[in-house]
């Protein structure tokens, strides 16, 4: 005969060890949501060997689930690698790269046009640490070669370049560092693994060493998870990054994984449509007298045009080159800040909002003074205001920047 206090702990037991295990052999389009801190063992033996490092089996939640694993396989098939790890935002996905690979003594380079974060890593983390950094100039080859020092230990490339989107020569940028025995680290997050291939830019295997990729952006496509990765193709490479990835107790929220699985099928699709979007848009801003300049790396005025020619040409059937729904333009001198201001608010589909990559068009005013050591000399002089298209119709987007010049009486 039971007690109550026996029957509940009967039952309490009951509901956690049911002899109920549904049939194997589920298949369906998602992989599977498996979430777990605990992954159980079946007997000490295995628990002894199991191998944490590789995808060989499950130790811990923090070293990977099925769902973890399916995601850093894909993107290291989208990248062009051979490895992958999930971090919980882009901006970690930088931080890990750097971690790994640099210590007191050493140096990083990185280019003027960085995404702004990167460079906030580096004065105010990295220099706690005794390493050191340069600025380079991501246009001029010579600036970043007489740069790269013994000391040197990690090059970071970005392409295109942020709020600016200047396209380097990726292609030089690369051989030069192979040639100097230094370590060169992408932010991918603008060409999203489609765009061009960062570890072979010219068809015969050169590119970076590394990737790193914020899914924020195009992957997640909906401006409502965080998530970043590093890819490599170089197994001893990624083992560095790997041991301080668990190191450091990077792990992802296995929801946020589910979201990026489910939108990862559209990628290409999205990214062509905000190509599309964005080309059409930078075009007709150029025909408008409110912008002194319109930085496109398609556009053939763009400053290192024929750079993204010649690395993402290659990526479209069709020869047009692939691009990712970004521009921004540089505000007629003539215009003040006030009147920037006021157009940037007076966009009813284009939300002022940082971040890109989802279904809504955003918009965001920069001062280049305050992010940039000197102002490019190919840029006009005046406000930067960057755009990212969204997947509304181009039609109604275009009225929506034709009634906000009007109403800041920039037309
Ligand atoms: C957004 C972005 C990042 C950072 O991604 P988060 O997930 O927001 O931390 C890094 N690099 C580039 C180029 C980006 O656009």
């Excluded at 790997?242 to 589910?258: C, F, I, P, Q, T």
């Excluded at 007076?346 to 955003?362: E, M, Q, V």
Aim: charged fraction near 15%; include cysteine; charge should be neutral.
């Amino acid at each position: 005969m039971f007690t109550p206090s026996q029957r509940m702990t009967d039952s309490s037991t009951q509901l956690i060890h049911h002899p109920y295990t549904p049939p194997e052999g589920f298949d369906a389009p998602q992989p599977g949501v498996f979430k777990a801190s605990t992954v159980f063992f079946p007997n000490v033996a295995a628990m002894r060997t199991r191998e944490w490092k590789d995808k060989s089996g499950y130790t811990y939640g923090l070293h990977g689930t099925p769902t973890t694993f399916v995601l850093e396989e894909r993107i290291a098939a989208l990248e062009g690698g051979r490895q992958c790890l999930l971090v919980s935002s882009g901006l970690a996905a930088l931080a890990v790269v750097a971690l790994a690979l640099l210590q007191t003594g050493d140096e990083v380079l990185i280019p003027d046009n960085a995404y702004g974060p990167n460079l906030s890593l580096a004065q105010g983390q990295l220099a706690r640490y005794g390493i050191t950094h340069q600025i380079y100039d991501p246009m001029n080859l010579d600036d970043l070669a007489t740069r790269i020092s013994a000391r040197t230990r990690l090059v970071w490339l970005e392409a295109a370049g942020s709020v600016t989107l200047e396209f380097p020569d990726l292609i030089a940028q690369t051989r030069l560092c192979r040639a100097r025995g230094v370590t060169s680290a992408l932010d991918n997050t603008w060409g999203a693994g489609l765009a061009f291939n960062p570890f072979d830019l010219d068809g015969a295997g050169l590119g970076a060493d590394v990737s790193a990729h914020a899914l924020t952006k195009y992957p997640s496509g909906g401006g409502d998870v965080l998530m970043g990765a590093i890819t490599t193709r170089d197994a001893a490479l990624h083992m560095r990054m790997k041991l301080a990835h668990m190191r450091l107790g990077l792990g992802v929220g296995v929801n946020d994984v589910e979201a990026i699985l489910r939108a990862l099928p559209s990628l290409p699709l999205r990214y062509a449509a905000a190509d599309r979007g964005a080309r059409a848009l930078a075009r007709w801003c150029a025909t408008q007298p409110a912008f002194a300049q319109v930085l496109h790396p398609a556009l053939p005025a763009s400053p290192g045009h024929a750079h993204w020619q010649q690395v993402c040409a290659a990526a479209d059937a069709a020869g047009q080159g692939a691009a990712a729904g970004l521009w921004s333009v540089v505000m007629h001198q003539r215009h003040t800040q006030a009147q920037v201001d006021a157009f940037c608010d007076a966009l009813r589909l284009f939300k002022i909002g940082y971040s890109w990559g989802g279904p809504i068009s955003l918009v965001m005013p920069y001062d280049l003074n305050d992010m940039r050591g000197s102002w490019p000399a190919h840029l006009a002089r005046g406000t930067v205001v960057r755009f990212s298209v969204g997947l509304e119709d181009a039609r109604d987007l275009q009225a929506d920047l034709a009634q906000a010049l009007a109403a800041a009486g920039l037309r």
